[in-house]
């Protein structure tokens, strides 16, 4: 049974930073592919940064410079720090692995950046 937790998010003043974390069983995670997404409320959910198995990453232009996507095969986990944190970064941050198995998400941990 493959199984994803986020965990992590909270309220944060805007300027501020949290540290996601998504552990992953069931899986090799070495092989998958990682990724965070986020859903607003009244938005579709978008992809927001990735990590490929051999740690290749990609960022969405909203959060270049700010967020730092990272794994640990050692682990089977996948960060997401988040710095500068701003007021449109407030959404449920999903984890997703794709793989040979497919593609799997967590269940989703809210963020929410305010004063």
């Known amino acids: 049974q493959v199984q994803l937790v986020e965990s992590g998010g909270g309220l944060v003043q805007p300027g501020g930073s949290l540290r996601l974390s998504c552990a992953a069983s069931?899986?090799?995670?070495?092989?998958?592919?990682m990724g965070w997404y986020r859903q607003a409320p009244g938005k579709e959910r978008e992809l927001v940064a990735d990590i490929s198995t051999g740690y290749r990453t990609f960022y969405v232009d909203g959060v270049k410079g700010r967020f730092t996507i990272s794994r640990d095969n050692a682990k089977n986990t996948v960060h997401l720090q988040m710095n500068s944190l701003k007021a449109e970064d407030t959404a449920v941050y999903y984890c997703?692995?794709?793989?040979?198995?497919?593609?799997?998400w967590g269940q989703g941990t809210q963020v929410t950046v305010s004063s």
């Open positions: 997703y692995a794709a793989g040979g198995a497919g593609g799997f």
């Open positions: 069931g899986i090799t995670f070495s092989t998958y592919g």
